[in-house]
Every structure is written in C-alpha cells, then in structure tokens.
C-alpha cells in the first residue's frame, strides 16, 4: 500500500503538502517530526510531519521526501493545536506560524546560508569525511549556499551534514551571527593586599585617624568582609559605611582599597550561590494568593492587579515553587526580556538552576537547548523565562503560565506574521495543557479589566506597596502658564529644579521622562518654512545633535545637517521639538556637578546597550537618567526618589483611540519607579492642560475612573473590548494601483457582510521604503461570529487576487490591532 505524508512548509500558503513515502519511512515516522523535501525546481525545504495517511493528493504526483532529519518528534501534538489555533485566529499560514516558532537551526534550506565559526577552535579529527569537506570549503569561502554544499559533498542530501556541524559548532547561520554574549561588570573593593594582616590594619587606621571619613570607610569594609565571604560591591561599601564615591575613591588612588571587577553572568546561572528561600508574605500579598488559588480551583485565567512596588513578583514565586513541587513546567512571559535581568537574577536566587531563558537574539546553539530541555522536561528548564516567542516551546506538562505586564503593547506581534498577542495565545496555551493562568499588571489593559468585570476571569488585588512605602506624591505643574510668566529654564519649570536639586542634594537618584529620542525631532527654516523630508517615506527626518545628523525613524535614511535650507538657501534653521537628547544637553548645563545618562533606542543599540545604562544607574554612578518609554518597563531602582515627566502632552495627542489608556499606563508605571523601599517619591508631570481628565486619574491614582470612562468611548466608537478589530493593510509601490485594489476590497467587503468597514485611508504616514499603505479597518461586534467574518474576508481575498492588476499588491491582516 503507499503511503503519504501532510507536511507543513514554513511559507506564506495556506496548505498543507503531500509527500509519498516508503514502506521503510512509514514505520519511523511520527507526526511532529522533521522531513527534507524537495519544493518546486531546486528548493529544499525542512518541513514538519503533519498527519501520515493512504491517500495519494489529487491535484499533482506526489514527490518522495529526501529524508527524515529526526528521531523522535520535536513537536509536540498540543503545539500543533495551538499553532493551527494562531493561524486561523490571526489570518495566516500554519507555514508561517512554524517559520517564527521554530529556532532557525531547525529549519534548513536550499537557500539557508552557512559560514564558518571564527570563535570556535575545533579538532578536525572530530569531523567525518563529508564534514570536513564543508570545513574546508568554508576556508576558502566565506558563505555558502546550501544547494553549494550539495555540489561540494556530491550528494542532495545535506540538511544532516549542516545539522551535524551546527551542533559541533563548526558552522553558523547567516541570519543569526549575533554578537556574542558578554556579561556584565560589577565594581567590587576589597583591602589592598598590603593592609590584610591585623597589624597592618591598625597601623594604618592609626594613619587615618586625621581623615575619619576615609577611617571610617576601612573600617566599614573591615566588618563587612568579617560578615561575608561575598565580594563586596563598591555601592554597597559607600551605602553602609555612609560614605561618597570620592572618598572611597581617594583611597583607591592612595592604593589603600583595590578595586576589581567580575563578570557577573546575568542570565546563566553560574550556580555558586545557594538557593534562597521564598519571602514570606505579607498579609496583602497572602490574601492576593488565596485568591489567586480559589480562581484557580475553578479553572479560571486570573487578573492580578497590584500597584507598583506591591510585591507582585514574590506572589507569583508561590505560585511558581508549588507548580515545581507537582513537578510541572512554568512559563514567565515578559514583554522585553532586555529590560528585565534585573527580575531574572531575582528569580535565579530562588530556582537556581532550574530557570532556561528563552530570547530570540540568543544563538541558535541556545535556542535549541533549551527547546530540547522543555521537550524533554528537564529539570533545568521548569521554569522558562522569555518574551512572546517563548510561548512556542514544546511544554509536556505546563501547569502554570504568568504573563507579567500584561498591558504591554509589546505582547502584540507587529511584523511578520503571525501578528499574535502572546497575552491572548498565552491563555489559549494555558486552556490546551489545562494549565494555570495568572496576568500580572499595576495598570491592567482595558480587556483584561473587563475580562475580570464580567467575571470570565478571576480577579484580586493588591493596593498597597510592599512595606506600606506611601505611593509617590504626584504634582502637575501647569508649563503654558509658567513659559507665559518666562518661568521656565529650557523645558525645565522652576517646580521641577527645585525637586532636582533637592533630590541631588539628599544623594537620591532622579528619572526624567521624555516621550521622544533624538535632540529635537524636527528641522524648520524660519525663512520659508521647508522642512527636509525623507526621500522613501512620507516623514519629515529628525535632527540628531550627537551625529549632526538628519534622519528617517521608518527607513534610517539619513544625511548630514545642511547649512542652508535647500529649499530657498537661507542659512536660518530652527530645530523643533524637543527629544531625550536635548534634555540631557540641557539637564549637563543646568546641573553640571551631576552625572547624567541617556536611555533611549540610540543609546541602547545592540544586546547589551541596555545593561551598560541600568548597571550604571544601579551603581549610582549616574545620578540623573534621561530615557524613552524604555524606562516604564519593571525597573527597580532602590535609589530613585523624583521622576520628572518633561512633557505628558505629547503621549495624549496621538491619534489612537488608546491613546488615553496608554498615558495613564505609561505615566502610571514611570511614576512607579519612584520611591519604592523607604521614603515616599516625589513625581513632577509637566503638561500645557493640567485639567485633562487622564492626568488627573494618574494623579489620584483612579484607575477604575479611567476604565468607566475609556470603557464608555470604546462602546460609543465601536471599539475593543466590545468590538473586534481587524486591520486589513495594502502595500503597493504604485499609487494608483493601490488605490484602486484598496477601494475594490473595501467596497466588496461593504457589500457582503453587515459590520462596520472604515477607510480605506493613508496612515499619518503614508509611504515607507517605497511602498504606499492604506489601511481599511473592519469592526466586528461580539455578537457576530468572528470566524464567519474572517471566512468571508479570505473569500473576499480570493476574487481580489484573481484580478490581474491587484495580484501584486500586498495584502496584510491584523486581528486585534493594537
Ligand atoms: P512589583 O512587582 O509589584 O512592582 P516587587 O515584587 O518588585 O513589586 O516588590 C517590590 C520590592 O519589595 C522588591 O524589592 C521586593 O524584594 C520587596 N518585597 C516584596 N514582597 C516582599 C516580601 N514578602 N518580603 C520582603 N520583601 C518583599
Ligand atoms: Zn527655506
Ligand atoms: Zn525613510
């Protein structure tokens, strides 16, 4: 009898595709599995074993597969429930859902390209013949086709080989020559080697006893290295001996204190440190949990909200260490795993070696270790810690999901497909494996909140901060009315220095929010009034002061800072605006004594930009840091007690009808980074309306306020919770063509089923690298099936593509646009 195979291909079409296969073949494989086949003229592709069946396709003759690239399945038959769930749910390809869950290295093909790895020092006597023909090949070149490695072994077959030299380190791919891993640097101190006998030591405080500060910082050090084998940071000496970075400075020039450095590796475990134990709760946190667990007993997803600094995280340990006990997998979902190792070396005190990291900027060596650690459900990996792509491993026995910070945008895949919200694919996970779902946030999103409201999740709440530390003290100050009284220093309102310098003076550390990078978004000439635009995008380029540049944020066209305005000539140019850059220009010259950092997309480039800018603000080495919404993100900094908001207006304006819910969420959690272990923080919100309804809810606190009211407008307008959305872009490099193809769909979309169908319009920016969008957006009441929706619009797709002229114009969904 023959035998067949349904294979998913990792492309964007929307079936499945048969492969015959031998007898032999039949009884090895698996669904679930890996198989090499042929596609088209001359392409390989890895595909993964959907179903294996009698039936021979109708349509074509079926091909045989080259071969079988694995054992056992290496996905698992939930995985693939959930995926087909994605694909429907969000408008795409199965194939596309697998090409973005599955690391890189398990997908070869004829058009994956191989180079050698220049960090590796290998023994050529480990690799087999075949092997090392590929080895050599790469001396000599430096990339390789895979269809080029075929000619080289003589053979078609060649996925195993690159599989076998990817494992052996040997080879990398070309899409993931990351940089490599480098771990971050702690100052430490000890007693210079000449003062470590007793003797000594008495000797020299004797020296000291003219210069008690710098005495008593000996002698802090002194007790605390008795204390504690532990390395003792140079913060922690300056903190407990009462002290200053110069004094302890002096004495490291005067070669009294060494100072040294370790690499302290913040993801992996370097599992010297003992386990710690859990905190034990508060009675807050304690009546949260209970709470938590009686949802749960009803089998219910569960909102957790607890305001910033409540102690959310030690909740979810619970919760974590009793899934661990029953011997079950926990996933961690967060929104930007750059932003949190600080929360990682938390978790690791407590599980030590039994947390994997999940990231998609991690090598493809990593990746697939931990995809195979959570195959196997190994104990290295019960709980996984990563952002949205984590939701794809191969969980056996998950028993607990947390999506921290659930709010965040972020969550929602943009580009490509699957455009999915690991938040809702998350619940979706949990519901296939019958697993706990708890969703963490101290400003929860619209949905969820109503989610809770209607009492299709659980819900509980925490409303105090962890040790009864009062919330932060929030004033708006009014900047229309202080520039019209030129009280104003640059952007700076008096009310603002005057808590810098108190804050400075006190030795705390201060946040300054501003909404934008660069140093000042536009540049204008105040003769005729041209503003340079982007050649490939309709946006006007920003001006970046450390470059002295003009840029496009869409393309990254950029062009050196003219002289003279190209349009009339006139060499008076005025910079608009004000971004990141411009504040800490001003925040230098206003307070010069300070030291200033800035975080934003420009300063934090590459995969450890990041960490450089928190570990120096952890170590007080930065008294003032200037930062984008990037600073929002979980952060907490013992020291911080004012966060200033340059200007809250910019974030009310834009033209998003969540545009309000995201202000108080952003100013919210950037509020939060105040005053989080003693003091009560101090938040100054510059804005030109004072009495807009949003500032005055962040500033009261009154979430529930914001939610009546947001909730409100979202059912006047139709939109989310009580409307699904659907966005439905067009791309086309040719203006008329597109629109055309957008006013054709529209209109059949009009015309074939009763909800709401906008546009089709321009977005605010209508031309990137190129190509002209338009958008239609499509609301879908909660009362109308979404999914008879969603056929009705691939229907509608199907006559749109079989128009010659619209063929060409890209059409691209996005279910639940946020
Ligand atoms: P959230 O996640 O709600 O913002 P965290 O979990 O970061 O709050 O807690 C804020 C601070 O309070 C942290 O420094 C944490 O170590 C401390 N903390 C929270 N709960 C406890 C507890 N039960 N015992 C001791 N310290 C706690
Ligand atoms: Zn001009
Ligand atoms: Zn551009």
Redesign the pocket.
């Known amino acids: 009898m023959a035998n067949f195979i349904n294979v998913i291909l990792p492309i964007p079409l929307e079936r499945l595709f048969t492969y015959s296969i031998t007898e032999e073949e039949a009884k090895l494989l698996q669904t679930g599995m890996r198989v090499a086949v042929p596609f088209g003229k001359s392409k390989i592709y890895t595909g993964i074993v959907y179903s294996i069946h009698q039936t021979p396709p109708q349509a074509y003759e079926a091909k045989e597969i080259h071969e079988l690239l694995d054992d056992y399945p290496i996905v698992t038959q939930v995985q693939l429930k959930h995926w087909e769930w994605i694909a429907s749910y969000y408008m795409c390809s199965l194939g596309e859902v697998v090409r973005s869950a599955l690391p890189g290295a398990f997908l070869l093909e004829s058009e994956t390209l191989v180079l050698r790895n220049r960090e590796f020092e290998m023994d050529e006597n480990e690799l087999q013949d075949d092997e090392f023909l590929v080895f050599e090949a790469l001396q000599h070149q430096s990339i390789l086709k895979v269809n080029e490695v075929a000619a080289i072994v003589e053979r078609k077959n060649v996925l195993p080989i690159l599989q076998r030299l990817l494992e052996k380190k040997v080879i990398l791919l070309k899409e993931e020559v990351y940089e490599q891993y480098k771990p971050k640097l702690v100052r430490y101190v000890k007693l210079g080697s000449p003062y470590t006998s007793d003797e000594k030591l008495e000797e020299l405080l004797n020296e000291l006893t003219r210069a008690p500060k710098q005495s008593q910082v000996v002698l802090t050090l002194f007790q605390l290295q008795g204390r504690t084998k532990k390395p003792i940071k140079v913060s922690e000496l300056e903190k407990s001996s009462n002290s200053s970075k110069a004094v302890i400075k002096s004495l490291v020039d005067k070669q009294i204190l060494e100072e040294y450095y370790i690499k302290t590796d913040r993801v992996s475990y370097d599992g010297n440190s003992e386990n710690l134990d859990s905190?034990?709760?508060?009675e807050y946190?304690k009546h949260a949990l209970t709470d938590i667990k009686a949802s749960f007993a009803q089998a219910k997803v569960t909102l957790l909200k607890?305001?910033?600094?409540?102690?959310?995280?030690?909740v979810y340990v619970k919760l974590i260490e009793e899934c661990m006990e029953k011997g079950l997998q926990t996933l961690y979902l967060l929104p930007e795993i750059a932003l949190t190792t600080q929360l990682i070396s938390?978790l690791q005190e407590y599980f030590g070696d039994k947390i994997a990291i999940y990231h998609s900027k991690y090598n493809v060596q990593e990746r697939v270790e931990v995809w195979q650690n959570v195959l196997q459900a190994k104990s290295k990996a019960q709980l996984v810690i990563g952002a949205r792509s984590a939701l794809y491993l191969p969980f056996s026995k998950l028993g607990l999901v947390i999506v921290d910070e659930e709010h965040e945008s972020s969550f929602k895949q943009f580009d490509p497909a699957p455009r999915y919200h690991a938040r809702d694919a998350a619940v979706v996970l949990g519901n296939l494996h019958e697993a706990n779902v708890l969703l963490?946030s101290?400003t929860p999103s619209v949905e969820s909140y109503h989610n809770a409201q209607i009492g299709k999740y659980g819900y509980t709440e925490?409303t105090r901060?962890?040790?009864n530390v009062l919330m932060p003290d929030m004033e708006l100050v009014d900047i229309k009315e202080a520039a019209r009284k030129k009280r104003m220093k640059g952007h700076f309102s008096e009310r603002l220095l005057l808590e810098m310098e108190d804050t400075l003076l006190a030795g705390d550390q201060i946040i300054l929010f501003q909404n934008r990078r660069g140093f000042a978004p536009l540049l204008e000439c105040l003769t005729c009034g041209h503003t340079p635009q982007c050649p490939n995008c309709d946006v006007s380029l920003t001006y970046h002061q450390f470059r002295n540049q003009l840029r496009c944020h869409y393309c990254g066209h950029h062009s050196a800072l003219p002289e003279v305005c190209i349009a009339c000539g006139s060499p008076e140019l005025d910079t608009k605006g004000f971004g990141t850059e411009q504040i800490e220009t001003e925040v230098s010259s206003l307070f010069p004594e300070a030291k200033v950092g800035r975080m934003d997309l420009d300063t934090t480039r590459g995969k450890h930009g990041y960490e450089k800018i928190i570990t120096a603000f952890e170590q007080q080495e930065l008294d003032i840091l200037v930062g984008t919404q990037m600073l929002t993100k979980?952060l907490?900094f013992r020291n911080v007690n004012l966060v200033g908001v340059m200007n809250a207006d910019s974030l009310l304006n834009f033209p998003d009808y969540r545009a309000h819910e995201r202000t108080y969420q952003l100013l919210t959690q950037v509020s939060?980074r105040a005053g989080?272990?003693k003091k009560r923080g101090k938040v100054i919100i510059q804005t030109y309306n004072p009495y807009h309804q949003i500032l005055k809810q962040v500033t009261t606190g009154d979430y529930e306020g914001m939610y009546a009211e947001q909730l409100y407008e979202r059912e006047q307008y139709k939109y989310p919770p009580v409307n699904r959305i659907i966005k439905v872009t067009f791309k086309h490099k040719n203006y008329t063509i597109l629109n055309e193809a957008a006013d054709w769909f529209s209109g059949a979309l009009r015309t074939n089923f009763g909800g709401t169908v906008l546009g089709p319009e321009y977005p605010p920016v209508a031309r990137i690298r190129n190509q002209y969008l338009k958008h239609i957006l499509i609301k879908v009441s909660t009362v109308q099936s979404l999914a008879q929706t969603k056929s009705n619009i691939k229907r509608i797709e199907k006559s749109f593509n079989a128009i010659s002229l619209y063929r060409s114009v890209r059409v691209i969904y996005n279910v639940d646009h946020i």
């Open positions: 905190k034990d709760l508060n946190q607890g305001v910033t600094s409540s102690g959310k995280t030690e938390r963490g101290a925490i901060r962890f040790g979980g907490d939060g989080r272990t």
